[in-house]
């Protein structure tokens, strides 16, 4: 009972987090009105591209953010929608309309707090390098994609895939120009692009956006604005599940993004300030209770938000009070500035997120991935692909299950034949040396046996002949499944059938236990032929080899399978 509780006490807030708060708080303060400038277009961005809107971006940002900031474990992650979460759910919302999106957020938040609770944080961290690098180039060019109908001024063309919708809108514009779209498009991205290479600290999002609309407001642009949006929160009500079976697999999906990119997130935070590292297991439990929170007030999945976390470190936050700032300081935006918002217009929210889609690929770790070995680069770029040329669901699929099989086929391949001659020479007297050797095969099985590489290791072994006597050492085995257990039952039922006595060599206690579970040993166990000791298997084998008055050839070298 003690270690439930403190298990669970390691996933629950406590004073722990504000330890430094008497210090910091006025830097804390400053740092979340910082993150809450830049987080403001964002979060309206991201919810127009979403297909939700833009009420349900800034509600999803203050909702989240306070939740994400107060239960997580990392003490400068900053929570709200992102441009990944969007790619996500463009094609749920195209396929099943936006009012399933709180429903999603909903199903995903138990998810998560799920994983959390089992102590699955630490296991996103196995998610190779390459497919994170290709989920977010990919990611990338289909935000890019999605911003050029709003880019061009031109309604949006009809068609689920981002890629096939930006070509159509571009073929429509090019014979009916909107130049006065494209005069102010041109304006948010040199000022988002531009201002932070004069000073990193200005909110060069914020300012674009302010520009635009002002410019826009004074020449009288005929431009598509944001429009109205509420003044307050929404009521928080549980949102109508529906067929939810339908929503299954898109709330797996959206989940496992939460904690990729909230994990990836709060790695990168703790290596921006002198603060705790964050608990992996503690920041999903607070990212699906913030999913949850989400959904419940009509808003969208959200994650943890490098860009808003990386701005929030270099701030100078110090405690969790900035995050929590950020969304009480965005919560306050919405209800006295909501007018402002309405008047937005949308070609100045398209280009601010074309600036955050070029700032998303980090072109040195592309190239890094791209001259690190040819299997991580074919992963890299067919996760990429994937991405853009299906959907992120698809992708996630593709690139986990593609870096499996790959990881799966480099480690059935660390096993090898190759000669180890001493063996015989340490162990055999010089008057039986000649006659063991020619009748005895001795292999060591290094490595892995499993389901990856049984079928090479039956091939290999089974392929012996003119032998008397097999002797299989499995002390330095370092894998073995079910599959590879079954494989070695085979081939002891091959050799006997052949009249090849199999002495086996077991060192391991699971292992032992497994082979004897799966009925591989029922006919060794029966002769005495399974040790543990590596003297006792050779005196097995020289007394088979002995007992044969016309032994066949055999070969003049010790043959053991080992890793390479």
């Known amino acids: ?6 298990a669970v006490g390691r996933l629950l807030p406590s004073s722990r987090d504000y330890v430094d708060l008497r210090r910091s708080w006025a830097g804390d303060l400053l740092a979340g009105l910082t993150v809450a400038v830049v987080a403001l277009p964002l979060a309206l961005g991201f919810g127009v591209v979403s297909g939700v809107g833009p009420e349900a971006g800034l509600v999803t940002a203050v909702v989240a953010g306070v939740v994400a900031a107060v239960f997580g474990g990392s003490g400068l992650q900053v929570s709200g929608p992102t441009g ?5 759910l463009l094609p749920i919302v195209s396929e099943h309309g936006a009012a399933v999106v709180p429903a999603v957020a909903l199903m995903a938040g138990v998810i998560v707090v799920v994983a959390g609770a089992l102590g699955l944080g630490r296991l996103v961290g196995l998610i190779p390098w390459p497919v994170v690098e290709g989920f977010t180039v990919g990611i990338a060019l289909v935000i890019a994609a999605q911003q050029v109908p709003m880019a061009l001024g031109v309604a949006r063309p009809e068609g689920d895939h981002a890629s096939v919708v930006a070509i159509r809108a571009v073929v429509h514009a090019v014979g009916d120009p909107d130049v006065t779209t494209l005069l102010l498009l041109g304006l948010t991205v040199v000022l988002a692009g531009g201002l932070p290479l004069l000073r990193r600290s200005l909110p060069a999002s914020l300012v674009a956006v302010v520009v635009t609309t002002v410019v826009a407001s004074l020449v009288g642009a005929d431009v598509a604005v944001i429009g109205e949006i509420p003044r307050t929160l929404p009521a928080p009500s549980v949102p109508a599940l529906g067929s939810w079976l339908a929503l299954v697999s898109p709330a797996v999906v959206v989940a496992a993004l939460v904690a990729l990119e909230s994990l990836l997130s709060a790695r990168v935070a703790d290596g921006m300030a002198d603060v705790a590292p964050h608990s992996p297991d503690r920041e999903l439990v607070g990212q699906g209770l913030a999913n949850l929170a989400s959904g419940l007030f009509g808003g969208m999945p959200a994650t943890g938000a490098i860009a808003r976390t990386a701005v929030n470190a270099r701030a100078g936050a110090a ?90 086929v480099q ?100 292992h032992l236990r497994l082979l004897r579970t799966v009925g591989a040993l029922d006919r060794l166990d029966k002769a005495g032929h399974v040790t543990g000791d590596l003297d006792a298997a050779l005196a097995h084998a020289r007394s088979h080899a002995l007992r044969g008055r016309h032994p066949p050839a055999g070969p003049d070298t010790v043959v053991e399978l080992t890793g390479s």
């Open 411 to 510: 480690l059935s391949r660390t096993a090898r034949l190759v000669e180890d001659p001493p063996v015989v020479d340490e162990l055999a007297s010089a008057a039986e040396h000649r006659l063991l050797r020619e009748h005895v095969l001795v292999y060591r099985l290094d490595g892995p046996l499993f389901f990856g590489a049984a079928s090479r290791f039956l091939a290999q072994l089974t392929a012996v002949s003119d032998v008397r006597v097999v002797v299989l050492r499995l002390a330095n085995l370092a894998m073995l499944d079910a599959s590879g257990a079954r494989a070695l039952s085979e081939i002891i039922a091959q050799f006997d059938d052949r009249g090849i006595a199999v002495v086996l060599k077991v060192a391991s206690p699971e």
């Open 84 to 88: 990944a979460m969007a790619v996500v």
């Open 319 to 408: 405690t969790r009070l900035a995050s929590l700032s950020h969304a009480v300081v965005l919560a306050l935006m919405l209800l006295v500035a909501a007018g402002a918002v309405g008047r937005i217009p949308l070609v100045a929210l398209a280009g601010v997120l074309l600036v955050t889609a070029w700032r998303m690929v980090e072109r040195y770790s592309v190239l890094a991935v791209l001259r690190s070995t040819r299997t991580d680069a074919a992963v890299f770029l067919l996760t990429a692909a994937a991405t853009v040329a299906f959907d992120l669901v698809v992708a996630v699929e593709v690139g986990i299950v593609l870096a499996v099989v790959v990881a799966l």
């Open 1 to 6: 009972m003690t270690r439930v509780r403190l």
